[in-house]
């Protein structure tokens, strides 16, 4: 296969450049496959840091970080909250500057383009059909549809018209994408139903992929511990007060004096922190960075995972979730879609009802219980799953096949 030039056009996520302490997500794994494989990269994203909601450079900026790898950042308004109306004037602008930058740039052999933002993947969709050139569409979440489950039912007819907006330009995208890839089989599935079509041999699955965190850092599994954790931001994808309350009824806190541990930020960690301010077992540890988190989910009789009862959760497997198996740590989880249906495939782990206080802390307990019997056993089955199905070398590496192959047919 000769060298391609890939572009990856997506943005919310840390980058290789943004260094050696910041978690690999979707872009930078492609990225890392791609030039292992020899291929050439470019990565086009937002030089607003979504995850720290500042400006990288402020400017439109080119960094080289490897020898065949570089990202292109574009300047954006920014914005100071996870959803609402600056964001999305953030992402039109986005998508604007890039109809306007992306043209002055070389031709590249395919697009990867990240879904969403919409408006940013609609230009980069665009500007692939101008210059016929083969894309992916890479489909992330179901904006925006979700916006509706998350809008009262009274401000329906008021946000109608944006949101209509918002629909068409999805749909463009998934009508004119060369293929469409996904994390899950419904997302692919809802994509493919907004574009009106049925599977092709572009399209497919891959799921999110995370490192073995053993081979980084080797850990020494404590086979008793009086902990439990949740690791990641602090927002209100997570459903805290039932975690909390359920956490301060268990036998777990009451009886063994267990502890969970928050880790992370957020803007709903000072609402988590009032409702746990009269349980002494409910710890904050603020941000993590790899070891930390390395060290305290090693250290973790279970990790917990308390999503939201919401349809994006219902029809992926979050990137918790894997990252969670990835150290064999039994998860618990509210009865959501495919995040209850990994933990039952497995068979370790607990369930408990959205926002059922009792049932939660009866599923720490009966968790607690199943892991202090069988503590090794158990970590071994669900990192074996892991290793199977989600280790990041492994999947990326289809991944790499698959856009060799979509150049291939474009031939």
Known sequence: MKQLHVWIVQTGESLPTDGPSERAMRA???????????????????DFWHQKKIHRTGQVTEIAFAPHGRVLLIPSPGYRRHIGPARFYDHWKLGKYFAKIGRLQERPDIMVVGFPPIEFAAEAIRLAREWSVP?????KDQ?????WNRLPSCLHPAARLGLLSLSNSA??????AGGITSMSKPFLDWA???????????D?????GVPDPCIKFPAQFKSHSNQIAFVGSITSSFDFETLIRGFSCSAFYKVDNGRLLICGTGDAEPK?????????????????????????????ILAVAPYIDRSDFAASLPNKIIEYCSYGVPIIAPNVGEIAAFIRRIGVGGIYKPGDVAACAQAIDSTVIQSNANSEQNRLKI?????????????????????????????
């Open 28 to 46: 930078t794994n492609l990225t890392n496959a791609l030039l292992h494989h020899g291929h050439r990269v470019t990565i086009i994203s937002s």
């Open 272 to 300: 988590a922190r009032e409702i746990a301010r009269n349980c002494s077992g409910v710890e904050f540890r603020g941000w993590l960075d790899n070891s930390g988190i390395a060290h305290v989910l090693s250290n973790s």
């Open 135 to 139: 894309t992916l569409l890479d489909v």
């Open 383 to 411: 990192q074996s799953v892991f290793r199977q199905e989600y280790e990041v070398e492994m999947v990326y590496k289809r991944f790499v096949s698959h856009i060799e192959n979509v150049c291939q047919m474009k031939k």
């Open 204 to 208: 497919e699955v891959f799921p999110f």
């Open 192 to 202: 493919l139903s907004y574009a009106g079509r049925q599977p092709s041999s572009t």
């Open 143 to 147: 904006w925006p549809d979700i916006f």
């Open 171 to 176: 749909k463009y995208s998934f009508c004119n």
